[in-house]
């Protein structure tokens, strides 16, 4: 499977989604105007993985700042996660942010209590 | 293709299955059931998803006037620095317009100055021009100018 890594720019985060070494991140700042445009390279790669996952999947999500519109398609990306999750694979999301940035921390556990889906929030 | 398709394609999409359910209408008591079963936990998911986003929506817009309030305030520092800074300036330019003037009047002053020295010279070359001349080319004349000074001639 063909990796994607996609490098940031200021209004979008650095992608990395690497199933040879295992590494899907996505970290930075999130606020493009078409989001969904952006984010749909990353669900389709997800979506194509989730046929013939690793035995674990860790994704990790740090980003400082994101747009309502970037909100909806990272819930798509749980969503796809959580689905592979019941499908019987094993997954974890982990949610990193700054240790002083509490909305941040308040936005993951908002997820996490909407999720069915191992959810870790990690300060750093 | 709308904003509400391009958000929530699954959303949309399942809202368009169940309205053709519903318009079809050829359902069992249990098909019904089922359906609004599924419309229920769609619509309560759908329900949850909006919960989260509007919250988070909510959050942004508070950071974002956080920022701007911040702003506001350097903004209003950074004016009262440059007030603070073009004060300044105009003092200094006060300042060497001052220290110009008086630079041009010592100007002024030495070349007065400069310029009485150099008469002064000229005045004393001559006197001295004269000297030598009756002292050294044309001495006659100088003894008969000294013998009628002295009423000897």
């Keep these: ?124 | 293709m709308s904003q509400q398709d391009q958000y929530f394609p699954e959303e949309t999409a399942f809202l368009e299955e169940a309205r053709a359910k519903a318009e079809k209408g050829a359902l069992s008591p249990e098909e019904w059931r089922q359906a609004y079963g599924i419309l229920i936990e769609n619509y309560e998911n759908l329900l949850k998803t909006v919960e989260v986003l509007t919250h988070q929506a909510t959050q942004l817009e508070n950071k974002l006037e956080k920022v701007r309030s911040q702003l506001e305030l350097q903004k209003k520092a950074l004016s009262m620095e440059v007030e603070g800074l073009e004060k300044q300036v105009h003092v200094q330019q006060k300042e060497v317009h001052k220290k110009a003037q008086e630079r041009d009047f010592l100007y002024d002053q030495m070349g007065k100055t400069r310029l009485m020295l150099i008469v002064i010279l000229a005045i004393l070359l001559v006197i001295v021009g004269f000297v030598f001349y009756y002292l050294f080319v044309d001495t006659e004349r100088m003894i008969t100018f000294v013998k009628r000074l002295r009423g000897l001639e």
């Design chain 1, 1 to 124: 499977m063909r990796n994607l890594v996609i490098e940031p720019t200021s209004k979008t985060p650095k992608v990395i989604l690497n199933a040879d070494l295992g590494i899907f991140e996505i970290t930075g700042r999130s606020i493009p105007e078409d989001a969904i445009g952006f984010y749909r390279k990353v669900l389709d790669w997800i979506e194509e993985y989730s046929k013939n996952p690793l035995p674990e999947t860790a994704f990790k999500f740090h980003l400082e700042y994101f747009n309502t519109s970037s909100s909806k398609c990272l819930l798509d990306i749980f969503r796809k996660l959580e689905r592979m999750h019941k499908n019987g694979h094993k997954v974890v999301i982990r949610w990193h942010y700054d240790a002083d940035d509490e909305d941040m921390a308040e936005t993951g556990q908002d997820y996490q209590a909407l999720l069915d889906v191992p959810f870790e929030l990690v300060p750093v």
